[in-house]
């Protein structure tokens, strides 16, 4: 039931965009994404309800289709602190443990 | 606001000897809690969770167990440790539905244990 995330690293300049994907072959209550830097615990950065709620940092932006169970993540104009692992997390059920993929690597250059 | 602790942040253990790690939450009621393993360069396992005090689900048979003998404290614990336990631990906190009628279930992390076993 591990949700799979495409692509598995990105290598991008500072200023260009990057998404990243997320599918889960069950019905989806949530998705949860958040970006671990080397050494540190996963930090938050945005939720998405089914019914279209959605919460998180003023930057990042997120869709959730609940027709395909599908997430993406959007990160434009990137920065350097943009460096880092992504991982998105589902929950099936409002009170449920989340499941995260295995992350995508993002390397953001000068 | 919430809060989550975990203690030692680093731990240096010889194969076979005995493990604690403590989670705690401050700011928050009838959270539910859970323990991930993160090995070096690899993602986030789920180890345990639990709803309520007493209460854990096991989501991977080894030789970790996890207890929870107050509301807003979760310990994980082993007898006997394997090099193969070596690992990030983290606790993570989520608001549980006695938390209130929000229906957001945002998940937080704890600043995570390094456990090497040598």
């Known amino acids: 039931q591990q949700p799979v995330q495409s692509p598995q690293a990105v290598i991008l300049r500072e200023g260009e965009d990057a998404v990243i994907n997320c599918s889960s072959s069950?019905?989806?209550?949530?998705v949860h994404w958040y970006r671990q830097k080397h050494g540190e615990a996963p930090v938050f950065l945005m939720i998405?309800?089914?019914?279209?709620e959605q919460k998180g940092h003023e930057k990042i932006s997120a869709s959730f289709n609940e027709k395909k169970q599908q997430s993406s993540l959007y990160l434009t104009a990137s920065q350097l602190s943009y460096s880092g692992t992504y991982f998105c997390?589902?929950?099936?059920?409002?009170?449920?443990?989340?499941?995260f993929g295995k992350g995508t690597r993002l390397h953001i250059l000068p | 606001s919430q809060t989550i602790h975990q203690w030692p942040a680093t731990l240096v253990q010889p194969v076979g000897s005995p493990l604690s790690l403590e989670c705690t939450v401050e700011?928050?009621?009838?959270?539910?809690l859970y323990w991930y393993r993160q090995a070096a360069g690899r993602g986030l396992q789920l180890l345990f969770y639990?709803?309520?005090?007493?209460?854990i689900s096991s989501e991977v048979p080894q030789n970790l167990s996890a207890s929870r003998p107050q509301d807003r404290q979760f310990i994980l614990s082993s007898k006997k440790l394997l090099l193969s336990d070596s690992g990030f631990y983290l606790c993570?906190?989520?608001?549980?539905?006695?938390?209130?009628?929000?229906?957001?279930?945002?998940?937080?992390f704890g600043p995570g244990t390094r456990l090497t076993v040598l």
């Open positions: 639990s709803v309520g005090i007493g209460q």
């Open positions: 998405l309800l089914k019914g279209g």
């Open positions: 700011g928050t009621s009838n959270p539910n």
């Open positions: 997390g589902t929950g099936i059920r409002r009170d449920d443990k989340i499941i």
């Open positions: 069950k019905a989806l209550y949530s």
């Open positions: 993570a906190w989520m608001g549980g539905l006695a938390g209130g009628p929000s229906s957001y279930n945002e998940q937080f």
